[in-house]
């Protein structure tokens, strides 16, 4: 395919499944618009909603130690969340998982967030040898989604301590105004529980005894039986980023990061150098797009941005050497796993294949409605 760029947005060519109109402007602006007049059109998201949520929740959660369950990285959107439940008057317990790859900035950033707010904190730390067999084999995979056993882990706990606490509600910083783009060659199987497996088994050395993790049995347990919910709270307010962050800096002495999820080194490395040239993946390209969108940055801002380097280059052959020690990789090694043939999500064994999806697809699609 000819490089292309987004007449509206900044997405491009590198996503290998984009389309554009005869008006130039990409799938993806298309799909956000079609979701946001869908949402707008059935009032799905309001403050007043919200509202009569929060009252829900405290009434739900009277004679318990906390009414909801919240997850902190660190980052701006968990930090903000925070932030707003507090001001909702709300008791949550504050659940962050610990993967062997936080900044100090973001222990930093977490323990003073939890302190002035006065938010309680349970940390589960991963057993590393574990994690690392895990990370290794998402690595020698060579899919571009090598993140999502951490992902699927975080949303695992969330669900286990909501059960724990028997709470029903789980708030969460995922949100349409910053974050609707992405790709989906580029991020996939978040919740695949089998196409973990099938990487580990593949690639891994170890089983997997003490990793957190959910099938889609248990995502039916959790919704049907303990009947947990999931809040999407930033969809429910007017959320600008930058007016977010300039808050938090304030309020609770938050520090940027310098780029969306820089919170955790393994991240900072993946998304700075090898999605880029193993994949020719920018992931700012979808995060600045999807607030081009959202109306918190115009075209041309963000083309600017992308002129810049999103870590600059010393910092980033720090992490490379860090990241080779922490997986005892030599140069050589990792050289030859970042040349190794890309592959994508659906060339390895996950449920989309299987029966069970498909009847469990039909049973997700009534819980979400």
Same mark, same amino acid.
């Given at each position: 395919?000819?490089?292309?760029? *987004? ?18 402007? *990409?799938?993806?602006?298309?799909? %956000?618009?079609?979701? =946001? ?16 949520? @929060? ?10 130690? %906390? ?12 930090? %903000?969340?925070?932030?707003?439940? =507090? ?6 317990? #504050? ?14 950033? @977490? ?65 349409? /105004? ?28 170890? =089983?997997? =005894? ?33 007016? /977010? ?47 081009? *969108? ?7 801002? #963000? ?67």
């Amino acid at each position: 395919m000819n490089y292309v760029r *987004c007449s509206r947005c900044i997405m491009d060519t590198s996503d290998p499944d984009i389309t554009f109109n005869n008006m130039g402007v *990409c799938n993806h602006c298309i799909k %956000y618009d079609r979701l =946001k007049i869908l949402l707008d059109d059935k009032n799905i998201y309001s403050e007043s909603k919200l509202e009569q949520i @929060i009252e829900k929740i405290k009434k739900d959660g009277k004679n318990k130690q %906390y009414d909801c369950i919240i997850g902190v990285s660190g980052g701006v959107d968990s930090t %903000y969340v925070a932030y707003k439940v =507090k001001e909702y008057g709300l008791r949550p317990l #504050a659940v962050h998982l610990d993967n062997s790859w936080n900044s100090e900035l973001a222990v930093s950033n @977490i323990e003073k967030t939890l302190k002035k707010l006065n938010i309680d904190l349970y940390t589960h730390v991963l057993d590393w040898e574990e994690f690392k067999d895990l990370q290794l084999s998402f690595l020698k995979a060579s899919v571009p989604d090598m993140e999502i056993p951490t992902d699927h882990a975080i949303v695992s706990l969330l669900y286990k301590m909501a059960a724990k606490e028997k709470t029903r509600y789980i708030i969460m910083g995922t949100n349409i /105004a910053t974050e609707a783009i992405m790709p989906s060659k580029w991020a996939a199987g978040h919740t695949d529980w089998m196409y973990i497996k099938s990487i580990h088994n593949q690639f891994g050395k170890s =089983k997997l =005894k003490d990793f957190p993790h959910y099938s889609m049995l248990d995502y039916a347990k959790y919704k049907l039986v303990y009947k947990q919910k999931e809040i999407s709270l930033l969809n429910y307010i007017n959320y600008n980023k930058a007016e /977010a962050m300039e808050i938090i800096e304030e309020k609770l002495d938050w520090k940027n990061y310098g780029g969306k999820h820089f919170e955790s080194i393994y991240t900072r490395f993946i998304q700075s150098y090898v999605l880029p040239v193993k994949f020719g993946i920018d992931k700012r390209k979808a995060h600045l797009s999807t607030l081009i *969108c959202s109306g918190q940055m115009t075209r041309e801002e #963000a083309l600017k941005e992308l002129e810049h380097d999103s870590y600059p280059l010393e910092k980033v052959n720090e992490d490379k050497q860090y990241v080779l020690k922490k997986f005892g990789l030599s140069e050589s090694e990792f050289d030859q796993i970042l040349n190794s043939p890309k592959k994508y999500y659906m060339d390895y064994p996950n449920m989309t294949t299987t029966l069970t999806y498909k009847i469990g697809k039909k049973l997700y699609e009534i819980i979400r409605k």
